[in-house]
């Protein structure tokens, strides 16, 4: 068992050691660790991404259209000073700090093209590769964490696209819901034969960086030492979901329930949630989780009220409620999106297409305001009736939370200023 | 010890492989002298100018490859005015080193094996270049390197249910092992009907049909790949930019609605239960000559076949010989390949050019048309009338592109163009250097086959190998949500790519020091450190090392007792470093 408290690493640990260890007993010295301990914690802001795979019907889940030729086969509940679906009881008594935006209106309803817009903030261009929010994030926050040893930026089955022109270094780091990092290790090979080797490859990755072959050569040796300051960090501990408490496990992922089977997506989903809270407390600020299955071009009601919702509502539920316990909630922003929403229209085999121009984002937590829905859609779901906003709206309201500046401006390598969030403005309502 | 591959894989690569007792060859010194020669060069041109400037162009200008194709002459004068028009100044050609190895990863897949560059490099006849592009495109390898390009164009890296991808590459290694003329592959594809491993064929569309659709992803996939046109967005309106309405796409969908997928299933008496079976693609017949499809504005209107505005009712309304409603598909199929510069044929041309030169003629390769204009569109329109003229024939296009003076340049950027020419930062490619690619997974993998004669100790069947790989390669696929069957991979460059080239298994093998491996018959067979040093240079990166690294070298056996163990961290620092993953 280390003494070394989570979120600090080895080299900070080490430093203070050196500074401290000999001048004060050892009792307090422990002491003067868990303090430090507890305000790494408390000031690390960080943003969960959850991700709904292909575009999840918002029409059923957040926004109900009860009355309408439109409105499907569930009833809306009270949730805060709004309404959503009656599958989602666990999260609606959490709307005490979720919110609905129910104008998104992002006009990009194939898979890819919205994929890459509501990661990023713009539409595809063939000029220019944007980076994905998640790399964004890391960017501005993960490079100013010293003592964060692994990537600032983890997708847990999702589907987190490319960091752009902020460079590899910012990828995101992918891993599946059991943690298992493969190949993470040197197989007990000691520590000088190790360095021996990284000093050879220096030089010859130098000697290729140097002879002007663009930024890729320069952007494989950055990724390589992010690789080689994961593989020696304590801090891999945060994806070892299995360490935590089988209640707690259960608690994500309704392990117990009797539906067994059906829940597995969502048991999924649950532990990659256990996972990124891990990850928070770790120091790592941007955490993406994938949820797939949304696509349902049929049978759109039995997949959710059987599969899709009870699992979400789930690990959603359960998520908010360990981030309260620990106090980190007022630190951690919520965001939850798809690639799109889906039509309004019911089609003929029960299910309802890609539909992008009046739907639904869930955003709470990071001492936003809580309970609200903003904006609104017409009765029959198929307009916005109230201001429509876009992904960078979100982003933007997200960046507020993270203490990240909506003024900031990115270089493309080009030289073509980008505004953070592609210039969104955050949600009056949900910020103040 | 692990096994890698078989017999196949033996033959396929260079017997000649096995290293020579004899001393080292002369080139090294050659190789060395003419790298000097650069450097100087390079050093003159910034202290004295135009002299050594307009010395180098002229070499550059004089450079054959030795082809004497003369539509090798049309696309340098293309490429040259593009130059021109946007003042960049071309770099100089590719040293015989850093081309072999990047010809040799384009065309088969895998860098060169040692044996090859020694000789290449000691090789003084002036035609050597075209030679070898001849040389490659009649290897094995090439039809195993572009079967795998395309099975991951046609079903993806990750094979989704009830598709068989040893139906697709069975089908795509015949059809490049005979050559067979692009359009005929096109319309094979286009039309294919029946059982997914008689007929590979079926796959591509198979894997379009993991949900019933109406064919509607059938058809955005079979124009953006085989047309180079995307249309997926005019499925529910018209499209933003192009001349793509949304009637167009229905009525190309039309051609789709015969579509049927049967999945078979068989009783496994060892399992006791029904397990699967093969997979069937059929013509419904009776299907409606015309489709339906809502409007934006609610209305719903019909579309009936029709390309590009050509009627085919009548057509489509006939018999096949058996009695059944004709295949629609092949209706459309012959279409897709008709006339003198078909869209099969330009979307062909600019996808291979890519594969080369790591971007197309348009960016994206498969967003062709007039909302999105070509950087080079005549050197396009011209490749695609002389693909067509040459019988869609997949292996002259690769020559003509290899033979280009833009493909022999070297892949180091030059003052005078790395600001100008740098896709990569958003510029439009002009093909004044040769632009980095990575290699994929597979050339990694054949890569560091042949890099480390994995397969001499192998016993394994082709079958067999294969297998191995294909579990290799899935750790790196990532599958998305949606039912589309998108994905996308982690080796991408990122952090999972280097955790498994530093520790995982792939390398660890390549590197071992067990008696019978490539270290250990190197040593054997090599007797002096210099030569050792330079062979396991030039075996990873087709070049010998500078006079640092091989002082680094030195020092580095000096230091260590143990010489194996030195040489093992010497070959992982070499097969680790970005010069090796780097096509260049």
């Known amino acids: ?56 019907p918002t029409i059923d889940i957040w926004d109900l259209k009860p009355g309408s030729k439109n409105g499907g086969e569930f009833k809306p509940i009270k949730a805060g000073d709004t309404q959503i679906c009656e599958h989602m009881p666990k999260t609606a008594a959490h709307f005490d700090v979720l919110n609905v935006v129910r104008s998104m ?56 696209g490319s960091p752009g022109f902020l460079g590899m270094s910012n990828a995101a780091f992918v891993v599946n819901t059991q943690g298992r990092i493969q190949n993470a290790d040197t197989d007990g090979m000691d520590a000088g034969r190790f360095r021996q080797r990284l000093a050879m490859l220096g030089t010859i990755e130098d000697n290729f960086i140097s002879s002007k072959r663009g930024e890729a050569p320069q952007a494989h040796k950055d990724v390589y030492k992010k690789a080689i300051d994961l593989m020696t960090s304590k801090q891999m501990e945060a994806f070892k979901v299995d360490k935590e408490d089988p209640k ?70 359960a998520l908010v409620t360990d981030l309260k316990e620990r106090s980190m909630i007022k630190d951690v922003v919520l965001v ?97 | ?67 004497s194709d003369v539509l090798i002459s049309f696309i340098n004068e293309q490429v040259r005015q593009g130059w021109t028009d946007n003042e960049i100044e071309p770099s100089e050609v590719a040293g015989d080193g850093e081309w072999i190895r990047r010809v040799y990863l384009d065309i088969v897949g895998h860098v060169p094996p040692m044996e090859e560059i020694e000789k290449f490099l000691a090789d003084k006849d002036k035609a050597k270049r075209s030679k070898l592009v001849d040389k490659l495109l009649d290897d094995p390898g090439y039809v195993r390197h572009w079967t795998n390009v395309w099975t991951n164009l046609t079903i993806g890296q990750d094979t989704p249910q009830r598709v068989s991808r040893k139906g697709m590459e069975k089908f795509l290694r015949e059809a490049f092992t005979k050559n067979r003329p692009w359009n005929d592959v096109v319309l094979d594809i286009v039309s294919a009907e029946g059982h997914f491993e008689e007929n590979g064929a079926v796959n591509f569309l198979l894997a379009q049909m993991v949900m ?85 504005n609610g209305l719903i209107e019909a579309a009936y076949p029709r390309y590009f505005g050509k009627d085919v009712v009548d057509e489509v309304a006939q018999k096949d010989k058996d009695g059944w409603d004709v295949n629609r598909r092949e ?45 080079h569109p005549d050197l396009l329109d011209r490749l695609g009338g002389e693909f067509v003229k040459s019988r869609y024939d997949v292996k002259q296009l690769v020559r003509w592109i290899c033979n280009s003076e833009a493909y022999n340049l070297t892949s180091q950027a030059s003052k005078a163009n790395e600001e100008k020419d740098n896709p990569a930062a958003g510029t439009s490619a002009m093909f004044s250097h040769v632009y980095l690619k990575s290699m994929s997974a597979e050339q ?102 500078n006079p640092k690294e091989a002082k680094g070298a030195q020092d580095l056996l000096r230091a260590n007792s143990d010489k194996l163990a030195a040489y093992q961290d010497m070959f992982w620092a070499l097969l680790n470093s970005n010069e090796f993953i780097f096509i260049h």
């Open chain 1, 105 to 160: 209106s992002t006009r990009e309803a194939d898979h890819g093209r919205g994929r890459y817009f509501m990661h990023t903030g713009y539409v595809p261009n063939p000029t220019v590769v944007h980076p994905t929010f998640g790399s964004v994030v890391s960017h501005e926050l993960g490079s100013k964490r010293k003592e964060l040893e692994i990537p600032s930026f983890v997708s847990i089955g999702g589907d987190p």
């Open chain 2, 331 to 375: 209706v459309l199929g012959k279409l897709m390949i008709d006339g003198e510069k078909s869209l099969v044929a330009l979307a062909m041309v600019n996808r291979m050019w890519s594969q080369f030169f790591g971007y197309g003629i348009t960016k994206p390769v498969d967003d062709m048309g007039p909302h999105n204009p070509a950087s």
């Open chain 2, 444 to 545: 990694l993998y054949d890569s560091l086959i042949v890099a480390t004669n994995a397969h001499k100790s192998g016993r394994s069947s082709f079958e067999q190998a294969e297998d191995k790989k294909r579990v290799w390669l899935r750790q790196f696929v990532i599958a998305f949500g949606t039912d589309e069957g998108d994905e996308s991979t982690t080796f991408n460059g990122s952090i999972p790519q280097a955790l498994m080239m530093m520790n995982g298994d792939l390398v660890k093998d390549a590197i071992s020091a067990q008696k019978g491996s490539f270290l250990n018959t190197i040593l054997a067979e090599t007797p002096k450190d210099p030569d050792r040093i330079r062979r396991l240079y030039l075996t990873a990166l087709g070049r010998t090392p």
């Open chain 1, 1 to 56: 068992m280390s003494f070394i408290p989570a979120g600090m690493s080895r080299r900070h640990f080490m430093s203070h050691m050196a500074a401290t260890a000999a001048t004060i007993p050892a009792i307090q010295f422990m002491q003067h660790l868990q303090v430090h301990a507890e305000t790494v914690k408390k000031n690390q802001k960080a943003c969960i991404l959850m991700w709904m795979g292909g575009g999840p």
């Open chain 1, 336 to 432: 939850w999106m798809g690639e799109f929403g889906r039509t309004p229209r019911i089609n003929q085999d029960v299910g309802r297409d890609h539909w992008a121009a009046s739907w639904s984002n869930m955003i709470g937590g990071g001492n936003l305001k809580g309970g609200l829905g903003v904006g609104a859609t017409d009765a029959d779901g198929l307009t916005c009736e109230t201001k429509p906003y876009l992904p960078g709206d979100i982003w933007a309201t997200a960046c507020h939370a993270l203490g990240i500046p909506t003024t900031t401006v990115h270089t493309s390598k080009r030289g073509r200023p980008m505004k953070i969030a592609n210039g969104g403005t955050p949600i009056p309502e949900l910020i103040g």
């Open chain 1, 248 to 317: 707690t496990i259960d608690r994500y992922t309704n392990a117990g329930a009797p539906t067994g089977g059906m829940m597995r997506a969502g048991g999924e989903f649950g532990r990659g949630l256990l996972m990124a809270r891990r990850l928070v407390e770790a120091g790592v600020p941007f955490v993406e989780v994938g949820m797939g299955g949304w696509d349902l071009h049929a049978n759109v009601f039995n997949t959710l009220k059987d599969r899709n919702l009870p699992s979400m509502d789930t690990a959603i539920s």
């Open chain 2, 212 to 296: 019933p659709d109406d064919g509607v992803l059938a058809t955005a996939k079979t124009t953006r790949l085989f047309m180079g046109m995307q249309v997926q967005c005019t499925q529910c309106h018209n499209h933003p930019f192009n001349d793509w309405q949304q009637r167009q796409f229905w009525e190309f969908n039309n051609f789709f609605r015969q579509l049927q997928k049967e999945d078979h299933r068989k009783y496994d008496a060892k399992a006791g239960r029904m397990v699967d079976d093969y997979s069937e693609l059929k013509r419904r017949d009776g299907v409606a000559d015309h489709v339906t499809y809502e409007k934006r």
């Open chain 2, 1 to 67: 010890m692990r096994t890698w591959s078989g017999s196949r894989l033996v033959r396929w690569v260079a017997a000649s492989l096995a290293l020579a007792v004899s001393a080292s060859v002369a080139i090294t010194a050659e190789e060395s002298g003419s790298k000097d020669a650069k450097s100087k060069a390079v050093g003159a041109d910034a202290k004295a100018g135009s002299d050594a400037k307009s010395a180098g162009k002229k070499k550059r200008e004089e450079f054959t490859t030795g082809s």
